[in-house]
Structures are given as C-alpha cells and as structure tokens.
C-alpha cells in the first residue's frame, strides 16, 4: 500500500476496465471483486479509507434481529450467510460473540427464542451458535451489569462482531494484492462522456497536492453512499436525490457498565428501535438512533436528543447509569438509505437491501445495504454492469478468497486483530525501545502500530492513524486528543513532513476530538 506508486498508476495515460468512486466498505468490496475477475481496477477515494459510515458502525457482522421481525426474510438469509463467509475469509478479525436478550416477562424468552430459532435455521451450514433459553438464574450470571427486575428470562443467541474500520484497510490490502489501484485522498470532480454520451473516464484531483488529472475508463462505479447524490448530479444536474442520509450514534463507555462477555441486546426500546450494548477492544459500545438528516457530512455531530436517548435507555436497563461524565468518546454515522416512499415515513421502517441502478450513460449506482453484505454488493453491482454490456462476462471469485492478514483468530491481544501481520509489528516493536512503547498509558496501542499505519496501510495523516488505524479516537477522545502531539511528531519524519504540519495535524486533530467528548 504505496500512496505514491499507486498514484503515479491511476496518472497513466491507460483504459481502466473499472474506476470505482469511494474507498468505504462497498467501494473496497467491489476493488476486491473486480480485480480478482482479472479487471484493471482503479479505486478513488476522496478521504481515507473507511473515513464516513465504515468506520462507524456497531461493530457486528450480523443478519439483523429486528430485519427479521420485519418480515425480511431474504435480507437476513443473505446477511447470515455473508456473515458466514466473513468468518472464513477474514477469522483474525471475526469475533462469535454472545448475546443476551433480557426478559422482563415470564412469556418473553420463549417468544424470542421460537424467532431466533428461526435465525439460527435460516443460516444453515455456516451457523456459528445456537440459541437457547436462559432461566432466571442463568440469564443474572451472563448479565451481571442488568438490573435483576429486567432478567426473570432471557435468550442467549450468537452473532459476529469485528472492527469495521481494520477490515476496511484489509480489503484495500487485498485489492492491491489482486492488482487493482487504490488512492486515498483523491477525489473525483467530474465525469467525462463521448459522442454518444456515454461516461468514459473521470477527473480526478489528488487532494494532498491539489494537481488535476483525467482517467479513462470503460466502466465508472457509484460507490459513494450518503454522497451518491453529488456524484449522480454530475451525471445528470436534474438528477432527483436518491437517497437521504439516516443518522446513528453511538456511545463508548467502560466495560464495568457490563463486566461480562456477553453483549445485551434490547429487541424494542421506546421509540422502536433495537439497542446494543456491545464489548469492543475492552470497552462498551451502546447504540444506536435512527434520526433523518438533511446534509451528508464526513464528521456528522451527534444530536442532544440522541445522547439522551441512549443514556436514558441504558439507565433503565444498566445496575450503574452511565452519566454524560462516563463517555469516553461518541461516534456518528450516516446510513445511505433509499428515499423513503410517503409523507413522514420512519427511517427504521425502510429496507436495509442495497440496489443497483445505471443511468442512461452507464454509470453504475450501489446504494443501501449494510458492512455485513459488502462482498455480495460488490458481486451483484459487477454481474450489474455486465449483464448491461459495461463490461464483459467474467465469473466472481471471491466467496471463498482469503483477504488480507487471514490468521487463525488471537483476541487476547489488540495485535490479534493484524493477523498474519502481527509479527511483523511484533518485530517492528522489539527493534527499538520507543516503537515497542505504548502511545497512551492506558491503552495497548504502539508505536510501532503508528509506524505500521504510515508504512504500510497508507495513512496520510494525524487521524488517519489515531481514528482508523489505530482506534483510539473511538474508545477515549480525551486520550487521543493527550497523545496527538507526540505521534504527530513521531510520523512526521516518516511522511517528510516539517513542523508546520504537525502544527497544523495536532491543532485540526484536537479540534475534531471535541465533536466526540463532551
């Protein structure tokens, strides 16, 4: 993952089979896909890597509880069998993790457990736990943090769990090795067409040096979610908006709010919505909202509403209530769903599947969808493109292809999560004193981590490494915004920055750490 030498091949005067517009988890998906089918594969991205929704999600690779109360039934059973797949393809980042359904009535775990008893069938021979019924007792010692009145009952059932934003930067890896081309912070600014109007190449701008350049292209992929609507109105400026932007939040707290593996899982809470409360790099991950908003952002703010809601749910479930004083950091995403049909329509009641549409000059739009079925968007946007002559028949590949770090899974160390590159970083660390040091006291993570970022994921910058690469950010803004100086100036030499950039990266740096503290 060489910035620079990947550049210099997306400025080649060449035909690229693909361009793909987005470096999120679909935009990599389809990177994947495409050059594993033998396509000259070129993927733009206009920030990092995972930078928008990707990054921010609940950290589950799950079939979705709630999208089979809905009645969805295809949408789970191609999500449990991707999960599935993810398992196998990228075990070093795939956790099994357990969840519990607290009841508070004496009918509600055998109501849950008939509906997850269905769950488990629907995802046949890659199930990875079965349900069960947890009487009183049974339900207080696997959720010691819940108030006793919530667990007369419970269903224990299994689920997948993993850090959206490394599989993201694995995919990337896995791409390059199939031959494609990836450039982050390189954005697209307009699109070419021919004689017949057809689209046949992109202008591209790389952000870092701000020098313009166009790339030909058989084929240009959509795969830009809340911001689909910017790239359709370059396509077509009477372009209606596709999509509209649902906002999520989530919270990150300590684990003592719930000591125990499990993961709770509350099927309704007030407004309808599901609410997890989930373990994730030795903290606990608490969401979500389900709240429509008008602009697409890459750094969304959480809404007073939806901080509220989720500390006032978690008082009601949680022994210990966490106060805004307990936070350490609060993240927010933005879902790219289809416009809902009719006036005032909940968010939550609109359909998770993605969809596929090209327009009369050809470009290829992949909008909905979820982390969990990334590999089959991509498979079905190419079959898409083919079946509407873009492209040429070529079989897809990846249901079974290894992606990149692919180890047998380690989570008693926060290495485990690097796979097969853990010992590299391992070496890295016990070459000299300062990279086998920790960034932050209270937290796990390396300088050698750091190093790795810059060298060989392609990180550009400050947040790159301390959001993305490495987590911090996520789990404890306040520590990240301590620490920001010091690797700021650890990486500068690295990326041949002077002190006027770390100047710059640590001040943007610590202003962006207050949108996730309060």
């Known amino acids: 993952m060489n910035r620079n030498k990947n550049l210099q091949q997306a400025k080649t005067d060449r035909e690229w089979d693909v361009v793909i517009i987005g470096g999120g988890a679909t935009g990599l998906g389809i990177a994947v896909d495409a050059a594993s089918r033998g396509f000259s594969t070129l993927l733009l991205e206009r920030v990092d890597f995972a930078k928008g929704t990707s990054s921010r999600s ?17 949408l789970v059973r191609e999500a449990l069998r991707e999960r599935g797949r993810l398992s196998k393809n990228a075990p070093h980042l795939f956790k099994s993790e357990t969840f519990v359904i607290p009841g508070e ?39 010691k943090g819940v108030k006793p009145e919530k667990l007369n009952n419970g269903v224990c059932y299994y689920d997948g769990q993993f850090d959206d934003a490394r599989l993201a930067v694995n995919l990337a890896q896995t791409a390059i090795e199939q031959g494609a081309s990836l450039v982050n912070y390189c954005e ?38 809340v911001f689909t609507n910017e790239i359709n109105r370059m396509d077509n400026p009477d372009e209606m908006d596709g999509i509209v932007p649902s906002q999520g939040i989530h919270i990150v707290i300590d684990r003592e709010f719930l000591p125990n593996e499990s993961a709770l899982m509350v099927p309704k809470t007030s ?28 750094e969304p703010r959480p809404l007073e509403q939806e901080v ?5 749910t978690a008082k009601d479930y949680f022994v210990k209530a966490p106060t805004r004083a307990d936070v350490r950091s609060v993240f927010v995403g933005l879902r790219p769903l289809a416009a809902p049909k009719g006036e005032n329509k909940s968010t939550k009641e609109v359909s998770r599947s993605h969809k596929i549409h090209i327009s009369s000059s050809g470009l290829v739009d992949i909008i909905g969808g979820k982390w969990t079925t990334y590999r089959q968007m991509a498979e079905d946007a190419l079959d898409a493109a083919m079946k509407a002559n ?59 981590e750091a190093l790795w970022a810059v060298r060989e994921e392609m990180a550009q910058t400050l947040e790159d490494v301390l959001a993305r690469r490495i987590r911090l950010l996520f789990l404890d803004a306040r520590a990240a915004s301590a620490v920001a100086e010091d ?7 690295e ?7 770390v100047e710059q990266q640590v001040s943007e740096f610590r202003q962006l750490c207050k949108q996730y503290h309060f």
């Open 390 to 448: 873009i492209l040429p028949k070529k079989q897809c590949v990846t249901t079974d292809l290894k992606i990149h770090g692919h180890h047998p899974a380690d989570m008693n160390s926060h290495l485990g999560f690097y796979g097969s590159d853990r010992t590299y970083i391992e070496q890295l660390a016990a070459s000299d004193s300062k990279l086998g040091s920790r960034i932050h006291p209270d937290y796990p993570f390396l300088y050698a």
């Open 105 to 143: 009535k004496w009918w509600t775990a055998y109501y849950y457990t008939f509906g997850l008893w269905l769950y488990d069938r629907l995802s046949g021979d890659l199930s990875i736990g079965h349900t069960r019924y947890l009487n009183k007792s049974q339900a207080n010692q696997s959720l």
């Open 188 to 225: 697209v600014v307009g699109l070419d067409k021919n004689t017949t109007s057809k689209i046949c190449g992109v202008q591209a701008r790389d952000v870092l040096s701000g020098e313009s350049f166009a790339v030909r292209t058989k084929c240009v992929i959509n795969a830009t979610g």
């Open 495 to 501: 990326l041949n920055k002077n002190a006027d950039w």
């Open 271 to 298: 407004d309808g919505r599901v609410l997890f409360a989930v373990p994730w790099h030795d903290k606990l991950v608490v969401g979500t909202t389900d709240t429509l908003v008008k602009n697409a952002e890459y």
């Open 487 to 493: 690797v700021a100036n650890y990486i500068a030499p």
């Open 58 to 74: 609940t950290k589950l690779v799950h079939g979705g509880v709630r999208y089979l109360a809905q009645g969805d039934i295809a």
């Open 308 to 312: 509220e809601f989720i500390l006032q």
